[in-house]
Every structure is written in structure tokens, then in C-alpha cells.
């Protein structure tokens, strides 16, 4: 079997990496890449220590990290490996299938942090405008669009959304994000009519005389999964000829960046996302930054 070779059976590793691309949706080039770290990791164990990945100790990671040093490995490559393996040793402890993290309190190497990718604004329309309101599911996903776009919500928090978590008179959404912190985010008057019009018509016609609290149900009823929704999004920017991988995540970024684009103050943004620490948010201002360069380089005489 594989496991017995330390290689982690396909199952164990794909069920991982579709949970990272569902979340964060990630390029089948860095899921590749990941897959590769995962294999040469059990490979390593197996041969070293005659142990699988399940089985890997704090000073088994921290022994393998000196010898991808030894071998040459780039601090880029080195960071992208912790980071995989901290994420799949999370998952195995959310799985209930590891009892300890062998990787707490390993850190990374320190790397300039990368920029969100960019989505115009051009694009969000052209993104938003795509499903068809005549259908019940599409005005659904169009609704779920316009609030992610319009809140900067998380995937996890847009599809968890209860009917309690929204008041329509006052034009709010309540979220319960990270380390269940509250927050009560303004959805505008576009989103909010949207929801408006998805509350008074298609949700009846999907839900029929079933009965759930969630906002955005499928047709069986139940709340879509954070998988579903991203499938969605595909199918729309593919739909909208956007070139480019979009995530859930990628309309989040495009709040905040659009936002400061516009003027908004930096701890407004911060609250609007739920960042605990404002040096999360500061990401933004080098998007913002970097546009205006942009565009300054394609407008002016002398650019």
C-alpha cells in the first residue's frame, strides 16, 4: 500500500489539495507544486526514518528543511514547502486524523509578500453582468457576486450567511469571521437590491416548500458549499471571457484594492474585511500604488 512506503495514498493528498483550491483557489501549477513537496517529504521520511507523513515528528520537518538547504533549494521554494505542510497538517488535524502538528513553530523564510491579483473594474462588471436573470440559480449566483463584490466577504462567510445575519431596513450584513469576531459590513444599494430581488422571488422558486436558514440554498435546500460557489465563478468568467484565474477570493481582493483605488481610508478597509492587524490590509495600498503608476506610464506625455 502506499501509505506503507511513507508516500501518502492519492486519495489522502488530492482530498487536501481540493480543499486548499476550493478556498483559496490556487493554479494547478502551485497545487502541482505542492503535490510534489508532499511526495518528496514522505519519500525523505520513508528513507530517513522509515516513518510516514502522519508519523513525522517537529525535528523530522525541521532536519528535512536543513537538508533542502544542503540541496540548494531557493528560500521561494522553502516557503512555498512549509507552507504546504502546515496546511496539511492543519487539515489532518481537522479531519481528526493527527492528534499533534508537527509543524508549529516552524517558521518560513522571510520573503517579500506578493500582490493580490488584479481584477479591473471593467472586468467586475463584465464578471457581474454574466448570469442570467431569467434562470432562478443564476440570479442566485448573481446576487451571491454582487454581495461578495459589494462587502469583501470570505467565500466561507458569503455561503454560511443566515437570513438572521441580514437586515434589509437597515442595509447591513452581520459576519462572523475569524476566531468568530463580528463585524457589521454595509451592503450598498446595488447589492442590496439584488438581495431584495433574490429574497421576494428566486429563493422561493429553488426552495419551493422546503425550509432552511440560509440565504443563498440550493435546490435540495441546503446552503451551497464554498466547492459549488467556486465552480460558479469559473463558469462565468470563462462565460465573460476574463483570461485570467478567478477565485472567490479574487472579488475580495478586488473590494479592497477598488476601494482604495477610489479614496477610502486604509482602517476602513481593515474593519470592512475583519483584519485583526492593519499590516494585513496595507497590501493594498501597493496594488493602489502600483495602478496609478501604471497608469500614469500609459497616459501621460512624459510617462
Known sequence: MAEATGIPSEAQVEHYLDALWMEKGLSENTLSAYRRDLQQFASWLHAQRGA?????????????????????????????FVSCARGFYQFQLRESLMSLDPSLDIDSPKLGRPLPKDLSEQDVEKLLAEPDQEDALEYRDRAMLELLYACGLRVSELVGLQMSEINLNQGVVRIFGKGGKERLVPMGEEALAWIRGFLSGARRELLGEKRTEAVFPTRRGNAMTRQAFWYRIKLYATRAGINKVISPHTLRHAFATHLINHGADLRVVQLLLGHSDLTTTQIYTHVARQRMQELHAQHHPRG
Not at 525541521?62 to 537538508?67: A, D, I, N, V
Open 52 to 80: 510516514t507523513l502522519r508519523q513525522a515528528s517537529h525535528a523530522d520537518l525541521l532536519e528535512h528543511l536543513g537538508h533542502r538547504l544542503q540541496a540548494g533549494y531557493s528560500a521561494r521554494s522553502t516557503a512555498r
